[in-house]
């Protein structure tokens, strides 16, 4: 009787598409940010915050620290977090890197996206269980980046209790605005940090 339980339930999950990544999201999330768990996304960002440490502007090759968080001490599982361009939800293309922390891991999403760095993502290693999740990003100076960027991170609350492209609290400049619309030449951006008017 017991076996014949078993394979009714591994039967069901089968024909209904529920997939779930107790160890992280794989890359075949990259594009869509979306988890396979056979139950549509949650609206908004729930008891979700994302929180960042970064300017308004970046200052490539610096180390930025990031967090994945409940409002209300709400536990999540799983995480998966990209940098994506801020003004054109149809550009799906992550940018920057990732480097893990405790609890998490990079995804490589140069299969979905050729060209782009290996660490492009950042997702968690084992069902997180917690009120909070930390991890850091960085911008690299040879990366062409759209100008404005922002963090967004996808949060599982439960199987079936999920959010999707939850956007950080604020959004950043890949280059001073100033001196990109006077087309100085990129290597200025970075000696300067455009700390200076065109």
Request: charged share 10%; net charge neutral.
């Given at each position: 009787?017991?076996?014949?339980?078993?394979?009714?339930?591994?039967?069901?999950?089968?024909?209904?598409?529920?997939?779930?990544?107790?160890?992280?999201?794989?890359?075949?999330?990259?594009?869509?940010?979306?988890?396979?768990h056979?139950?549509?996304?949650?609206?908004?960002?729930?008891?979700?915050?994302?929180?960042?440490?970064?300017?308004?502007?970046?200052?490539?090759?610096?180390?930025?620290?990031?967090?994945?968080?409940?409002?209300?001490?709400?536990?999540l599982?799983?995480?998966?977090?990209?940098?994506?361009?801020?003004?054109?939800?149809?550009?799906?293309?992550?940018?920057?890197?990732?480097?893990?922390?405790?609890?998490?891991?990079?995804?490589?999403?140069?299969?979905?996206?050729?060209?782009?760095?290996?660490?492009?993502?950042?997702?968690?290693?084992?069902?997180?269980?917690?009120?909070?999740?930390?991890?850091?990003?960085?911008?690299?100076?040879?990366?062409?980046?759209?100008?404005?960027?922002?963090?967004?991170?996808?949060?599982?609350?439960?199987?079936?209790?999920?959010?999707?492209?939850?956007?950080?609290?604020?959004?950043f400049?890949s280059?001073?605005?100033?001196?990109h619309?006077?087309?100085?030449?990129?290597?200025?951006?970075?000696?300067?940090?455009?700390?200076?008017?065109?």
């Open positions: 009787m017991l076996y014949a339980t078993s394979a009714l339930i591994a039967a069901c999950a089968v024909l209904t598409g529920i997939e779930a990544f107790p160890y992280g999201a794989p890359a075949g999330a990259c594009s869509s940010m979306m988890p396979n056979g139950a549509a996304a949650q609206p908004g960002a729930g008891p979700f915050q994302v929180t960042h440490n970064m300017p308004a502007t970046l200052v490539r090759d610096v180390q930025y620290h990031f967090t994945v968080s409940s409002t209300d001490g709400t536990e599982r799983g995480i998966f977090c990209q940098v994506r361009n801020a003004n054109d939800s149809a550009d799906t293309r992550p940018y920057g890197m990732f480097m893990a922390t405790t609890l998490t891991k990079t995804v490589d999403c140069s299969a979905t996206f050729p060209g782009v760095g290996v660490y492009s993502a950042l997702t968690h290693t084992s069902q997180i269980n917690a009120a909070n999740v930390s991890g850091y990003f960085i911008l690299p100076a040879a990366e062409q980046a759209p100008e404005l960027l922002n963090l967004f991170c996808t949060v599982v609350q439960t199987r079936p209790t999920f959010y999707v492209r939850i956007p950080s609290n604020s959004a400049y280059v001073c605005v100033l001196c619309r006077c087309s100085l030449p990129m290597i200025l951006f970075h000696k300067f940090q455009c700390s200076f008017v065109c």
